[in-house]
């Protein structure tokens, strides 16, 4: 297989899977859009010094969008000087119904608790990042993350299980549980 059909490939079997990753993190199409369109012009940049035995391709790709990801945050925060949203729009992107003080509330807590599990989610290694990704954002069975990461069904589910207590214990001080799935 030529380099340009290897890369095809790879586009094909993963634009979807680095879309969804990105656009889970940025809430918008369009920049979700244009961060995958930069993973994979850093794919094809870097293509002669990817390593198959350091990692696979989907971890590679995924360590790859994570740095695009941070990239993009730095330089939003950086053009902004600081986070630049205000109450008004925060009111603006709520159902009507939620718009009441209490809903505000709710709807902020929320919002600073995903903020801080994803901020956690991204302090994790590349490979319990990827596990978390495809588990819970792909919805993928530990049978299908077995054949995508080359681990065990077994190692899936250990790893899994010791990567989601390891989240528990980190966030149990640092969010209000209360306000989860409220």
């Known amino acids: 297989m030529s380099q340009v059909e290897e890369i095809t490939k790879i586009y094909n079997d993963n634009a979807d899977k680095i879309y969804r990753f990105l656009y889970v993190r940025v809430e918008n199409s369009t920049t979700a859009e244009d961060l995958t369109s930069q993973v994979f012009l850093k794919m094809v940049d870097k293509f002669s010094q990817f390593d198959s035995k350091r990692a696979s391709v989907t971890t590679w790709l995924f360590t790859i969008a994570k740095n695009t990801l941070v990239d993009y945050y730095r330089s939003a925060a950086s053009k902004a000087g600081k986070n630049s949203t205000n109450l008004e729009d925060v009111e603006n992107l709520l159902p009507v119904e939620n718009q009441g003080n209490k809903g505000m509330e709710s709807y902020v807590q929320n919002s ?71």
């Open 112 to 182: 600073r608790n995903k903020e801080i599990i994803d901020a956690e989610i991204l302090k994790l290694s590349d490979e319990e990042q990827m596990l978390i990704f495809l588990r819970f954002t792909q919805e993928m069975t530990y049978e299908e993350i077995a054949n995508e990461t080359g681990l065990s069904v077994n190692a899936v589910g250990v790893k899994l299980f010791r990567v989601l207590k390891k989240l528990k214990n980190i966030l149990t001080n640092k969010i209000d549980i209360n306000t989860l799935g409220h």
